[in-house]
């Protein structure tokens, strides 16, 4: 980027941030091409040790803080998109349809597999 023979970028916002893209790059492309799921993860072992009340409590603590979490992304993102633009950068909003269309007939490929299952899960979000 220093070598400015890239002037733009793709990341998410907080990253495009937190990096400071915004000091070279002037154009930011927010196409959302993935999405870093966050898990939380336990052992078999650990997990059965638990009580069910235990276990019940956990699984809606992750499931009330994933809802939470997501809507802070939001409101962040939105945030650091302004300041990102106080920094002269132009902001680009590709129209996701027209990546999901180019993708439809490979998906219709996976249709009736468990990936196939999952694509159309995840279409859905």
Known sequence: L???MVDGAENNAPSFYTNRHYEICKNLSLNEHTRVPDLLLASDS????LSPDVRRWLK????????????LWVEETERLIDLIRKEGVEIHRPDQRLFAEGVREMHEGYSGTPLGDLLKKLSEY
Do not use: G, I, L
Not at 46 to 49: A, D, L, N, R, T
Not at 60 to 71: P, T, Y
């Open 46 to 49: 650990v997990w059965q040790s």
């Open 60 to 71: 809606e603590s992750a499931d009330e803080s994933a809802v939470f979490q997501r809507k």
């Open 2 to 4: 220093q070598s400015k």
